[in-house]
């Protein structure tokens, strides 16, 4: 979202984009995550296939709710299109701005943010201050 980046991809390719980030795009910091691969890029593609293929002896229920995707930043509803999305998912983009926007639209509640840290639950107050987002530590 704006003001808030995040790059994937070659590791020597973003360890220059971290190096040049502060002098040549004045960004407030650069800092390398602590994540296993490439995710949303390329780099994933042979992962995609086999993805696939669990995907396919997976049960996906149909939700209670909407499953708004990162790939597409609509909502889905049946468990067909939440397994594409889901492998699409690999080698897209985040469309962060796209999904937020869409949950904002509707008949958004509440957000849950899983795990250690806030940062997700800043970011949603960036786009609305009233939006109520609950940490929860898992």
Known sequence: CKGNYTVSGDKEACAKLVEIAK????????????VAGAFHTEFMSPAVDKLKEVLEEVEVKEPRIPVVSNVDGK????AASIKATLAEQVTSPVLW?????????????????????????????????KASCTNVEV
């Open 75 to 78: 909502p889905h509803g049946d």
């Open 23 to 34: 002098p040549e795009f004045k960004a407030r910091m650069a800092v390398p995550l602590a």
């Open 97 to 129: 701005e796209t999904q937020m926007g869409e949950m904002l639209a509707g008949d958004f509640g509440e957000a849950y943010e899983l795990g250690p840290g806030k940062v997700c639950a800043g970011i949603l107050r960036r786009f609305d201050k």
